[in-house]
């Protein structure tokens, strides 16, 4: 689904004195075909016509933007993996945008409290002013569990990081294979229970929709956390764990648990024989997603200098290497890419959640 957009400048040559040579030796034929052939060569050696976003970057360039710092509002507390990303990203901003990124930690309400906060700023559209977009945040507003629908209100700049969800036994457990846990659950419905890191979380998400397309029925059981359902599995405390690969990758290299498939279509560089679902005919491909956005409305071609200086950092191999030691690793898209993953995977995400039952739950924990 990934598309790594980062465009490579080319270095053009041209070699001009074998044309001229042909052409004096060869009469008006073969200087006709020489003019062609040169005419040609200069056509496919030319450089790309730039794109509208683009010549939109570049003058916003030439006109100064961006002339001071540009505010990031995390609405997430300190020290999370939200908070640990745009904190690397403001390292290299200055080297990338010209100018710092000051960071602002507003928790609350899953991401909610910040998002309203930032999208009631006033001016927050004037190019200086930037949050972020995770996967919570495309799935409240389906919930209704939020003022605002955030892919209304926001305008999406670049996915930086995205963690695969997996689907994790204890090291005892008696399944071996994902088809053996399919073939008991088909036999057993709603024997094996699975935990996950909250009713309406991507993790209850990507579990439903396991159970959807491989036609099985599992008890979802409900944690506070990814966390809390890890140390249940680490107990044997569940038959099943569905989490994000960050939190039960450690445990699957040594063999503490064992990790059945990854709920995506990409595998594991360090674990090649896990295998994904969508290899073994499951059209499942759910992941924690974290991403950066601006304000509805900002200037395009302000958005270009922030879609382009974005993706120059997330680029850069350093940057790579720094946010490999928190335990993420680059999964990069531009704001155009962004944007239309972002309105496939709400289509994908409503459809999961209204025919797995959980829509009705979250609502009716809300009411």
């Not at 016509?49 to 997430?76: N, R």
């Not at 120059?312 to 350093?318: H, Q, V």
Request: charged fraction near 20%; proline fraction near 4%; aromatic fraction near 6%.
């Amino acid at each position: 689904m990934f598309k790594k957009g980062l465009a490579a400048a080319m270095a053009v040559t041209m070699i001009a004195s074998s044309i001229v040579g042909c052409s004096q030796s060869g009469g008006a034929g073969s200087s006709s075909a020489a003019s062609e052939t040169s005419s040609a060569a200069a056509a496919e050696n030319a450089e790309p016509a730039k794109t509208e976003t683009e010549e939109e970057a570049e003058g916003a360039e030439a006109s100064g933007y961006p002339e001071h710092e540009i505010e990031w509002l995390v609405p997430y507390t300190a020290g999370g993996s939200s908070d640990q990303m745009a904190r690397l990203i403001a390292k290299y901003s200055k080297q990338y945008l010209g100018v710092d990124i000051v960071i602002e930690n507003v928790g609350g309400g899953g991401g909610n409290v910040g998002l309203s906060q930032f999208v009631t700023t006033p001016n927050v559209n004037d190019g200086y002013n930037i949050t972020c977009f995770n996967t919570t945040a495309n799935l409240q507003p389906i919930y209704g569990t939020c003022e605002y629908d955030w892919l209304e209100e926001l305008e999406p700049l670049a996915l930086c990081v995205s963690i695969p969800i997996a689907i994790a036994v204890p090291k005892d457990s008696p399944f071996n294979t994902i088809e053996e846990l399919i073939d008991y659950a088909k036999e057993h419905p709603g024997e094996i229970q699975y935990g996950h890191a909250g009713i309406g979380s991507i993790t209850n998400v990507a579990g439903e929709q396991f159970c959807l397309e491989a036609g099985i029925s599992m008890t979802a059981v409900p944690f506070g956390s990814g966390a809390d359902a890890l140390t249940a599995i680490m107990g044997s405390q569940i038959d099943v764990d569905v989490a994000s690969l960050s939190e039960v990758l450690s445990y699957g290299q040594t063999g503490e648990l064992k990790l059945l498939a990854l709920c995506t279509d990409t595998q594991i560089e360090s674990m090649p024989e896990v295998p994904t679902l969508v290899s073994k005919g499951y059209d499942v491909d759910q992941m924690v997603t974290q991403g950066i956005a601006t304000a509805k409305d900002t200037p395009a071609d302000m958005v270009a200098v922030l879609d382009k200086g974005l993706g120059e950092i997330i680029a850069d191999e350093n940057f790579q290497e720094e946010l490999k030691a928190y335990g993420m690793d680059v999964q990069y898209m531009n704001a155009a890419d962004f944007g239309a993953f972002l309105q496939e995977q709400r289509e994908v995400f409503t459809q999961v959640v209204t025919d797995s039952g959980i829509l009705e739950l979250v609502q009716e924990q809300t009411n």
